[in-house]
């Protein structure tokens, strides 16, 4: 339909398909939904305004969306076992910007982790509503190679930090952090320093969903997450929380403090991609994601590369590529790994002395393999091709150029087994 209608846009979008089906799409916050999940987002339900909550919108017609929206936030509330979910969130940041509307006043301070040091840009970047609106103050994580917790959440300086500022909202969750966040832990600091507590569960959603991954609650006040992550939903955001208080605000804040309509569409797929969680399958597969990093891992630290932290517990890891050579650069890899159909991103390593937009790191991700059907034997077969790109690349342009073809055509081989379907 779409091809005879435009197509200019149809073109782009099968070759988009194409380069997904035929490349290793290791970046750890993508995945590949079903194809239910996109039936219900490339639907009729786009066409309709519906301000407001359920029995109680701004516009007339919303029957049926009242009932979708309820079946999204009852199959929300079963799978994270929470009272109350927000499921209008047109992504995580939204999520995010709702939640500090609900629970801040501007001016006022949370603590958050470093942001460069895996943090989230809604966490109190400068120049984003976080930093601009509020005073964000951070914890670090340990930077001591002789230390057992090297490259793990300092709690004790959390602590301090904490103490010292009295924020009103304490933030956990991260982009890159590879390790399990201790929930329980930082609730005993906010509770000390008299701070709420707020869980970003964004990458883990999946992993907390089904257990993989312990729960933010009871120990989070509020709970926020995307749900095209590990979730492997439609684009969007979440917020959930036990408390009715805390529900009320959240839900004003959001609505009409942030949004306007809700996606309709989005939120129907939401309610299909929690209902694909709830299923024992769904478990399955979070488990696969992370034996599949694990042994991601381990693959590549037989190759000599170093893994910050020295390992991972969830989906996704950090490589200190400095440990493969000094000159190895997060941008050089990406941009060589991308030509060989690997697709990955750089990402700064914790107290990493290069740049954002160059970095020592990679940080690679297996939600999306895992999808497509990869286990621990392809895992190994991925780290080999990551490295004949690298090593050639560390040597010179002739070597480099050569890899690049022969790791393209294996790539190529390797996804023809693991059809996207
Ligand atoms: C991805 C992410 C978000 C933001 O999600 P968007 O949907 O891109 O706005 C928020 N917090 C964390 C920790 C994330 O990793």
Redesign the pocket.
């Given at each position: 339909m779409l091809n005879r209608h435009d197509p200019e846009v149809a073109d782009l979008m099968s070759r988009e398909r194409d380069r997904q089906e035929t490349t290793l799409e290791l970046i750890a916050?993508e995945n590949h939904v079903s194809p239910a999940v996109m039936h219900a987002m490339g639907s009729w339900l786009t066409n309709k305004y519906a301000e407001g909550y359920p029995g109680a919108r701004y516009y007339g017609g919303c029957e049926f969306h009242d009932r979708i929206e309820d079946v999204a936030r009852d199959r929300a509330k079963k799978l994270f076992g929470a009272r109350f979910a927000n499921v209008q969130p047109h992504?995580?940041?939204?999520?995010?910007t709702a939640a500090c509307m609900a629970l801040l006043q501007p001016g006022d301070t949370f603590c958050s982790l470093v942001l460069k040091d895996g943090?989230?840009l809604?966490?109190g970047m400068k120049i984003n509503f976080s930093g601009t609106f509020y005073k964000p103050v951070h914890y670090p994580l340990h930077y001591d190679a002789s230390h057992p917790e090297h490259e793990r959440i300092d709690y004790d300086a959390a602590r301090r930090v904490c103490l010292e500022h009295k924020p009103k909202l304490l933030m956990c969750?991260?982009?890159a952090y590879p390790r399990v966040i201790d929930f329980a832990r930082f609730r005993a600091i906010a509770d000390e320093c008299g701070a709420l507590l707020m869980a970003?569960?964004?990458?883990i959603a999946g992993l907390v969903a089904t257990g993989v991954h312990p729960s933010p609650f009871p120990h989070a006040h509020v709970v926020?997450t995307?749900t095209?992550?590990t979730l492997r939903g439609p684009?969007?955001?979440l917020i959930l929380t036990n408390d009715e208080e805390l529900a009320k605000k959240i839900d004003k804040a959001l609505f009409p403090g942030v949004q306007g309509g809700p996606l309709m569409h989005i939120i129907a797929a939401k309610a299909v991609a929690f209902g694909e969680a709830l299923r024992p399958d769904f478990k399955a597969y979070c488990e696969q994601v992370v034996r599949n990093a694990k042994v991601l891992a381990v693959s590549l630290v037989e190759k000599r590369y170093r893994i910050t932290s020295g390992g991972t517990d969830n989906h996704l890891m950090l490589v200190d590529l400095r440990g493969k050579s000094d000159a190895l650069t997060g941008a050089d890899a990406e941009k060589w790994l991308e030509a060989a159909g690997i697709i990955t991103n750089k990402n700064g390593i914790p107290d990493d002395p290069r740049p954002p937009r160059v970095t020592s790191g990679l940080r690679l991700g297996t939600p999306a393999l895992t999808t497509r059907g990869f286990k621990e034997a392809e895992m190994k077969e991925v780290a080999n091709l990551i490295d004949r790109v690298l090593s050639a690349g560390v040597q010179d342009e002739a070597a480099l150029a050569s890899a690049t073809t022969a790791v393209r055509a294996d790539v190529r081989a390797l996804c023809k087994r693991f059809p996207l379907g």
């Open positions: 916050s992504s995580g940041a939204q999520a995010n943090g989230h809604s966490h969750g991260y982009s970003d569960i964004a990458h926020t995307t095209h992550k684009r969007g955001g």
